[in-house]
């Protein structure tokens, strides 16, 4: 058996048979499910209900009750119950102030209770200004606001046609003038809501995250210990030392790849019993999509390769994990970077901010897999002009990457493992270069 | 020669750790370099094991180039110790011996006797970090030797041994030269290397000292010095001819002879006076000769020609 196998062997061994292996083998799905389908499933609950509110009519032109009317047109998901429920309609003379306050005080505390989501208050001539109206909520739903802003806009227009001279009417202007509602729809011509992809993008970084900073700095303590220990000196009277580096990567990346293993296995489980499981429509279009997948795991091992060997380094040249810590930091923030521009490469992800941060080798992993969720073609799709092509050159320019950073590091390696005490200055660790 | 070092050179920037260093190591010998701390020793073990490469010069077994076969022939330990705290004994010895090219099968079959010779049999499915730090030394011993190797490295190995595991691995040593093993280790303790060794060479500042059989290095040093024990006032002793010099311990004096001194005449003289009880001439020690050798500047020594190189 070859050296490379024996050491590969070793590291696998030393790493599967812990038990946090496999705690984080059957911890992490749950937890990325967690995160994943919660929010989606959240959000999906609280729609599930008929929201209620009330109106404070001021105006002396039942512009309340046509807003009542209005909202009837709103229906909850998969059902006939109605979106909204209007409790009450208070109709006031706007000059009675005693009445308005004291219902308006009996409306928030029902807000507080929870027994009303929102109640609108109407004063006089809203259709003058916008400034004659104002709705009291603790909710911010981003959809109700706009189909309450949308409703009322027609219920005024029409108000304001009628005291015009335009003889038209009121159809033909709503038609003219109506806002419309848009609904958002992917590249595949079908609507996936955004926090689904966002949730989804989140889960697939944050395993990529997980796995490549995790065993990146297995193998760095794994290199730390031999050298503390002074085993080193034995490996490399045994072995050379580009075979005891890539022993090690291999060995602790085919764990990575057990554990990425046993998920796939889970993971095609759970396909084929999504009926059963109610899984938000959206998540499994993403993790099972196909493109999503053969990325991720090309991207995972490159960037294992990559960023483990810039552990590997660091591990060479430090004496102690908690010297190596001061070089853990700024490798770490590279990699966390993408999560804090993350929002802004969601938003524009074709944006030649986001293409030009996607091919940047450190960045590549986590940029363009956030490139891919968010654009991702659908099967019939696939050309080299877009995202496709754009990850193939990310993976090949990476890759390239990973050999020039594999040919560097063993130039260092071999001179760091063997050196104590003091930690090399940079222009030292230059010269080993050279050397 | 089972390893010649051949004009061999390495120098880390300025500082020349191994300069022009040749070494024949005989097979089948005990061999040891000694030198004082930072002369070269590690160096020069590392350039044998192909772990450091010379600037210049080269190393050679059996006559032929180091070569990565090599590494399965040799067994090495390191100065300062280290194993896997996490894996077993068995585990240990098994990987070190799989990396020098055995198969496991090969390996189980010689863990016990092993570990029974060094009294860890007990030990073997339990973790190192289980094991006390003697006991591991002895552990990395055995992860030395498991496989067989023709030539046999060992940095400080009595360091931290109490005396029954230094007469134990001492006779494994033994047992290993008969064998016809070649021993290489270096030690500044030199009452074992003077028990030990067939062979000495000594390094300071990365140059050869000296080299050469243990008893040749001693006679060549030709500085005898005289014990005596004597009844009366021996003021007169120093003044004497072929006397370098005076030291007065307790229960007797030691006399430093000069170079060709003639103890015939330096005894009539002193019974002439005293009454002498005992007149002893001692060999040099090893001890003697590296506090004398370590003290001059290696360049002055070679180019007096005064090299004690035999």
């Given at each position: ?64 009750q046509s807003f009542k009317e209005a909202l009837t047109e709103y229906t909850l998901p998969d059902s006939d119950m109605p979106y909204y429920s209007v409790e009450q309609v208070f109709e006031l003379p706007a000059t009675d102030s005693v009445k308005f306050a004291e219902i308006e005080d009996s409306l928030r505390h029902e807000i507080q209770d929870k027994d009303l989501k929102y109640f609108l208050v109407i004063n006089q001539n809203p259709q003058v200004s916008d400034t004659n109206l104002y709705l009291v909520t603790n909710s911010d739903s981003f959809r109700s606001l706009n ?82 220990s002074r085993i080193m000196e034995v490996l490399i009277s045994s072995v050379s030392p580009f075979q005891l580096l890539a022993g090690k990567i291999a060995g602790l990346g085919a764990a990575t790849f057990t554990q990425i293993g046993v998920w796939v296995i889970i993971g095609t489980g759970l396909y084929f019993m999504r009926g059963s499981l109610s899984i938000p429509s959206g998540v499994d279009r993403i993790i099972f999509d196909p493109f999503i997948i053969i990325s991720f795991v090309l991207f995972l091992i490159a960037g294992y390769l990559f960023y483990s060997t810039i ?125 | ?310």
């Open positions: 058996m070859s050296k490379f196998w024996i050491i590969f062997r070793r590291e696998y061994a030393q790493v599967v048979r812990k038990k946090s292996f496999i705690v984080g083998i059957l911890l992490t799905p749950v937890i990325l499910g967690a995160l994943t389908i919660g929010p989606t499933f959240l959000a999906r609950m609280q729609s599930s209900e008929t929201e209620k509110l009330a109106v404070i009519d001021r105006s002396e032109m039942q512009i309340g189909r309450f802003e949308k409703q009322l806009s027609n219920v005024l227009s029409s108000i304001r046609l009628e005291m015009s001279d335009i003889n038209l009417s009121t159809d033909s202007v709503l038609a003219l003038t109506g806002r419309i509602d848009l609904v958002t729809r992917d590249a595949k011509g079908e609507s996936l809501p955004f926090q689904v992809k966002y949730f989804s993008m989140l889960a697939f970084l944050m395993i990529m995250f997980g796995m490549i900073i995790g065993y990146g700095q297995i193998v760095m303590r794994s290199v730390i210990e031999e050298k503390n552990f590997a380094l660091i591990g060479s040249i430090v004496n102690s994990e908690k010297e190596a810590q001061n070089f853990i930091m700024p490798v770490t923030m590279v990699f966390v970077l993408p999560f804090m521009v993350g929002i802004y490469v969601i938003q524009q992800p074709n944006s030649t901010a986001s293409i030009v941060m996607s091919f940047i080798p450190l960045l590549t992993p986590s940029m363009m897999m956030m490139r891919v969720i968010f654009l991702a073609p659908s099967l019939t799709e696939y050309t080299l002009n877009g995202i496709v092509g754009e990850a193939l050159l990310g993976f090949v320019t990476l890759s390239l990457s990973v050999v020039a950073i594999i040919w560097l590091t063993a130039k260092i390696f071999r001179i760091g493992i063997l050196m104590y005490g003091k930690r090399p200055t940079f222009p030292e660790i230059m010269k080993w270069i050279k050397y | 020669m089972l390893l010649e070092l051949k004009n061999v050179r390495k120098a880390y920037g300025d500082k020349v750790a191994v300069d022009n260093l040749s070494l024949d190591v005989p097979k089948g010998v005990i061999y040891g370099i000694i030198g004082p701390n930072g002369a070269g020793k590690t160096t020069t073990i590392r350039m044998i094991m192909n772990i450091t490469v010379p600037d210049s010069g080269e190393v050679l077994l059996d006559g032929q180039r180091v070569t990565s076969d090599f590494r399965n022939r040799v067994g090495y330990l390191p100065e300062e110790r280290g194993l896997y705290k996490k894996m077993t004994l068995e585990e240990v010895i098994v990987y070190m011996g799989e990396l020098k090219g055995r198969t496991r099968r090969e390996l189980i079959a010689k863990i016990d006797p092993w570990l029974q010779r060094m009294n860890l049999a007990e030990y073997r499915l339990k973790k190192v970090e289980e094991l006390s730090k003697g006991m591991q030394q002895k552990l990395q011993f055995v992860t030395t030797i498991i496989h067989g190797p023709d030539l046999i490295i060992l940095d400080e190995i009595f360091s931290g041994l109490d005396p029954l595991n230094i007469e134990l691995i001492k006779d494994i040593i033994l047992d290993l030269k008969r064998e016809g093993k070649t021993i290489l280790f270096s030690t500044h303790v030199m009452e074992q290397a003077e028990k030990l060794c067939d062979h000495v060479c000594m390094i300071n500042r990365g140059q050869k000292v000296i080299d050469g059989r243990l008893n040749e290095v001693k006679a060549g040093f030709g500085k005898n010095s005289v014990q005596i024990d004597i009844e009366g006032d021996g003021g007169f002793i120093a003044e004497l001819e072929g006397v370098g010099g005076v030291t007065e311990f307790n229960n007797y004096i030691e006399l430093n002879l000069e170079e060709k001194a003639d103890t015939n005449c330096i005894l009539k003289a002193i019974a002439d006076r005293v009454l002498v009880r005992r007149f002893d001439i001692v060999e040099p020690s090893l001890y003697n000769i590296f506090i004398d050798t370590a003290r001059i500047d290696p360049a002055e020594l070679n180019n007096k020609g005064g090299t004690t190189d035999v």
